[in-house]
């Protein structure tokens, strides 16, 4: 480009910018509670969807995967009880049972910890 553009073209360009800068006000929440109005927001909309995704979907995910856990290391467990002659080490067991009885009861009690 010759020098001649380039100065036309920054003077369209400083025009329009000075334009934009005088016509368009600036918006203020003036006199809005804009904290309360978004809270608002959350616990009338969000909140019912996010526990409702919760109990409907994640919750039953994580249970039948912890389900299949048990299964698996109860069939593991019964090879080695098997292989190591009548010696059982059952503690894993019971610590995944309780993971699995925890997940389950979870929807009853969680949001009430949680403050919802």
Request: charged share 10%.
């Amino acid at each position: 480009m010759k020098k001649s553009n380039l100065r036309i073209l920054g003077k369209w360009l400083c025009i329009v910018s000075l334009f934009a800068i005088l016509l368009c006000p600036t918006a203020y929440a003036a006199g809005a509670d804009v904290a309360g109005s978004a809270t608002s927001a959350f616990d009338t909309y969000m909140k019912p969807q996010i526990k409702g995704i919760a109990n409907g979907v994640i919750i039953p995910c994580i249970d039948g995967i912890l389900l299949v856990v048990i299964i698996v290391k109860a069939i593991m467990l019964w090879q080695s009880y098997k292989k190591n002659g009548g010696e059982y080490d059952w503690h894993s067991l019971a610590v995944l049972g309780g993971c699995l009885v925890v997940a389950l009861s979870a929807p009853l009690w969680m949001w009430t910890v949680i403050g919802w």
